[in-house]
């Protein structure tokens, strides 16, 4: 008895039978005696479908209008939805972005939420209506459409839990819960039942494709309590909370993210505010890097400057890394390499237990697998590694270090 | 050197190759000087596709979730216009129907335009933006959104130019103007320069397809030029105005509805108040009647009660009569009649020349077509007719009226 909010991606909402899916588990939650408010995605391919469209047109069309023409694809499911979720006999109502009262910053295709004004949904909630809210989207104060971006479905469901100080956020995907890998690559991958916020965005961030970690974020600055599970099946999920019973498993998971690309500016005189030019311009562009690593000059005072980022920016870094060329001076050039992987190990019990990390170079090193590049934060311990490696890698390290 | 309002049918932007076709239309218009404001429906198939989607859930949707739903289509093609413009080199926002202002009465998927709050248009123009609003849509005073139903964005536009005060609203379509008699079908069809707004609104509430009538009604009220034109050819189109120079055509045009049923209640007690009883709970449903015909009572006070209704109300208009009938005792029974077709004539000259209904019933007569039920106005002459034969009725008569 309570009120909880439920968000189901696209391939739970594919076609007529999965709706009907979600609308059965939406409304056993609300027979149970619960308020309920549903998030969703798209349908299966429509973003990929309008993405399509939009690119028959213009090869890079405004950020603004491709969010007018992407936000359609939840007006269209929630809509949807909302009919099946009628047809049961249970009242519901599918609202928009604007309509939920998203309201975010003035950035397009990858927008924040700043606030969300809740008088509609506590209004529909207090009709005992379930309420089908359109992810995604959202409006700016110039009353324009934004998109939040990647994954962007799970934020908006975590921002309502917020908002509406929900008792538990519920995250429909296609697996049933938060792996010590990816099980479709390990076989003896064991489901979690519970995770840190930390832990499970360290794992969100490296790959692991469950959550998307600005809803990760948001769930821990709110403490709201998530739980990732299937919509295909009935089995409990992952609870991902702030504190969990003391486990004895060290090591929660093993992550790893084929979508990298690495870049390295080579020669750069070792001088105060070198890396703030670069890293400023690369922000400047919004785009994300992970690790960065910078060599010890040399006796010419020269140095080396590495990071990495989303595959999905990489025309873009090399565009800016370009620009930036010509102000380093000579015998500076840049280096791109596509054929890395990222694979790391998380765990909140790892900080205080250095023997992890030796264990995890040693098991590398007795499978061949050279390492080309090392990253350590208080929980997870990542190196980068040849993409063909990468699966070998994942196997071999959830054998040594989970099983 | 003005206000264009300029509004795009569904075939007009059916893929991109049509969607830059009209983004050359618009850029010409706005490059000889003037603001532009467009409105588009939503591209080809794309209403009949979501339909699709919504009857595989639901037999009958709910008419809130079916105008978030379809709403969805015109938004998509308002924004791929915007891209298409912008690729051109012009500034263009795309807005939907809530964003342009529009506010409509509390109906859905039929709603009536109550006022835009033209603010933000005002504001795109005042920026030199080429603004593209999605037809059909509005929301209601409750932030719901509603659709004006068929032929909406044709109301939409004239709506926009009416409180624009535009100097012409255009409304491309995939006919160059408005023609005497369907040139599909009468071959010697002449195409009209001008027609007055009330001969209009005869031939497009008869089924000519060219203009909703609703729209046409808006035009006449708030006085707003019309022009019908094509999308694919430069030819000058039809002018649709109040003032039309004095024409020797005493018939303006010959049009065919072969999408009509016809309802007869017969053995009525021919008692005051029985029409009453009939036609408001037909309204109670928003089903529009057209031609009613009660015929005189017979020896036993008994009449019968005939009405046609366009073919989509069929099923509901049989269910309201259904359930009146219990009431009206015994003996009386409903017929009804899938197979007719209205044909009119229509002009403005014809309410002094009794001759054209004598010309009219002769050429019928000639052609050996029976003739099921006659219905005047002040400007037209409509006949129902075995659909079979509306297709010799249309070219005989034109022979006759017109060449």
């Given amino acids: ?92 109502v599918s609202l928009t972005g604007w309509q939920a009262g998203f309201l975010t910053d003035r950035t397009h295709s990858n927008a924040r939420i700043r606030r969300i004004e809740t008088e509609r949904l506590r209004s529909e909630i207090e009709k005992r209506k379930i309420v089908i809210v359109a992810g995604f989207q959202g409006i700016n104060r110039n009353d324009d459409i934004s998109t939040l971006g990647r994954g962007g479905s799970d934020t908006s469901a975590v921002a309502i839990a917020a908002a509406m100080k929900a008792d538990i956020c519920q995250i429909y995907t296609d697996v049933d819960g938060v792996y010590t890998a990816d099980p479709r690559i390990v076989k003896s991958a064991i489901k979690l039942e519970e995770i840190t916020y930390d832990e499970m965005l360290e794992l969100s961030s490296l790959g692991a494709q469950v959550l998307h970690n600005r809803s990760v974020e948001m769930a821990k600055k709110f403490d709201i309590k998530l739980e990732v599970l299937s919509s295909l099946t009935k089995a409990p999920g992952t609870m991902v909370k702030e504190v969990t019973k003391m486990e004895k498993m060290l090591v929660k998971g093993i992550a790893r993210d084929d979508h990298i690309v690495k870049f390295t500016i080579k020669n750069l005189q070792n001088v105060p505010g070198i890396a703030f030019k670069i890293f400023s311009a690369i922000a400047g562009k919004k785009i994300n890097v992970d690790i960065i690593v910078q060599t010890a000059a040399n006796s010419a005072n020269l140095m080396d400057m590495s990071f990495t980022t989303h595959e999905e920016n990489a025309e873009l870094a090399q565009e800016v890394l370009g620009n930036l060329l010509p102000g380093f001076g000579n015998g500076v050039y840049i280096e791109r390499d596509d054929d890395l992987s990222k694979v790391s190990v998380v765990g909140s019990g790892m900080q205080t237990n250095a023997g992890i990390a030796a264990r995890m170079f040693e098991t590398l090193a007795d499978n061949q697998i050279n390492i080309n590049t090392i990253s350590t934060s208080e929980i997870k311990i990542s190196v980068l590694i040849a993409r063909v490696d990468s699966t070998k890698a994942v196997v071999a390290l959830h054998d040594s270090l989970i099983q």
Same sequence: chains 1, 2.
């Fill in 1 to 92: 008895m309570g009120l909880i909010v439920q968000k189901f991606g696209g391939s739970s909402v594919k076609n007529a039978e999965r709706i009907f899916n979600v609308a059965k588990i939406v409304t056993d939650t609300y027979s149970a005696g619960n308020d309920v408010i549903v998030v969703v995605s798209a349908q299966g391919d429509t973003t990929d479908d309008l993405l399509d469209k939009a690119h028959e047109i213009s090869a890079r069309p405004s950020k603004r209008e491709l969010d007018v023409l992407l936000s359609a694809g939840e007006q269209i499911s929630s809509s949807l939805l909302a009919m099946a979720i009628e047809k049961m006999g249970y009242n519901a």
